[in-house]
Structure formats: structure tokens, C-alpha cells
């Protein structure tokens, strides 16, 4: 009876892991061990705000879902415990706060990502990291925009106001 159990209990394991990873656009990989309950929570409590799941699960039921996927490849990141990171929205954010992490702790260790459908080593990671945030992008780009823009409007501006002036002073010879 245990053992039906527990069988049942991989195969839905199985099965909403399959549904999170198909649905996903990555997976982040982490290797960590020795690390305190407070650390892991702390991250889980990081990466929940940016992630849609961060999961610890067996390497076994891991390989399955990620041959399922067609990202055999990526069992070579499953050693050790692992720290699934999944989602759909921002990974440069995710990487961020990965590698940060990473940074603080040597026994957590990024290992690798599968984004969109192509297997990365920790590398890609690493650089995702650096790249600016897409509202930083779009601030540039509308900053960018704008600097003409105000020139053209403040030279605009400042004809105006000579004219202004030049019209103000021909007054000022006539009333005289």
C-alpha cells in the first residue's frame, strides 16, 4: 500500500513538473550543497518574486521530464541536488539574482539553462546577467528620442523669443 502510494505520488510529481517545463520558457540549473535552510529559503523567497516556480525534485523524475522535452542534453546539469528555476517572463532578472547568489556562496554553483528550446552552459548565465533590464533598454531608447526632440523644441523656443524681442523693440522705435 505504501508503495502504490509513492508511486502515485512520483507520477503526479512527474506530471506537473512535465506541465511546468513544457510551458516554461527556461530552466535555470543550480548545484548547491551544505547550504542552510535559511540561505535556500532566502533565495526561494528572491527568485518567487521574479519566477513563476522554483523546485528542488529527484534527478531521477528530472531526466524524465527533460527527455519528454527533448532536452536530454541538459540531464548533464542534474548532479548532486539541484534548484530548478522555471518561467516565462524577465530571465535576465532570474539571472541576476542567481548569479548574485552564486556569488556570496561557493557551495551553490550555477550549472546551466535551457532557454527557448536551446541548452546554455553557466556561461550564458553569467552574461544574461550583465545585460541591461528591458525597461532599462526602453528608458535609453526613449531617452534617446527625446534629446532631439527637446533640442528642436528649445531652439523653437528660443526663435520665438527673439523674434519677440526684435518685434518688441521695432514697437518701441515707433512709439518713440
Do not use: H, W
Not at 535576465?92 to 556569488?103: D, N, Y
Not at 535609453?140 to 527673439?162: D, E, N, Y
Amino acid at each position: 500500500m505504501v508503495e502504490a502510494n509513492k508511486t502515485i505520488e512520483k507520477e503526479m510529481l512527474l506530471k506537473q513538473l512535465l506541465e511546468t517545463a513544457q510551458t516554461s520558457d527556461y530552466i535555470f540549473f543550480a548545484k548547491f550543497k551544505g547550504l542552510t535552510v535559511n540561505d535556500l529559503n532566502s533565495l526561494r523567497r528572491k527568485l518567487e518574486k521574479v519566477a513563476d516556480d522554483v523546485l528542488v525534485v529527484k534527478n531521477s523524475i528530472a531526466r524524465m521530464v527533460l527527455e519528454r522535452i527533448n532536452a536530454k542534453a541538459a540531464c548533464d546539469f542534474l548532479e548532486g541536488s539541484v534548484l530548478l528555476t522555471t518561467g516565462k517572463r524577465d530571465p535576465q532578472i532570474v539571472s541576476k539574482v542567481l548569479v548574485e547568489f552564486a556569488k556570496e556562496r561557493e557551495n551553490f554553483e550555477l550549472k546551466g539553462a535551457f532557454v527557448n528550446q536551446t541548452i546554455f552552459q553557466k556561461q550564458f548565465i553569467q552574461d544574461l546577467a550583465k545585460l541591461p533590464l528591458k525597461q532599462e533598454l526602453i528608458a535609453s531608447v526613449v531617452g534617446g528620442f527625446k534629446a532631439p526632440i527637446t533640442g528642436f523644441v528649445l531652439g523653437l523656443g528660443q526663435i520665438v523669443r527673439s523674434l519677440v524681442a526684435a518685434l518688441d523693440q521695432i514697437q518701441k522705435k515707433k512709439s518713440s
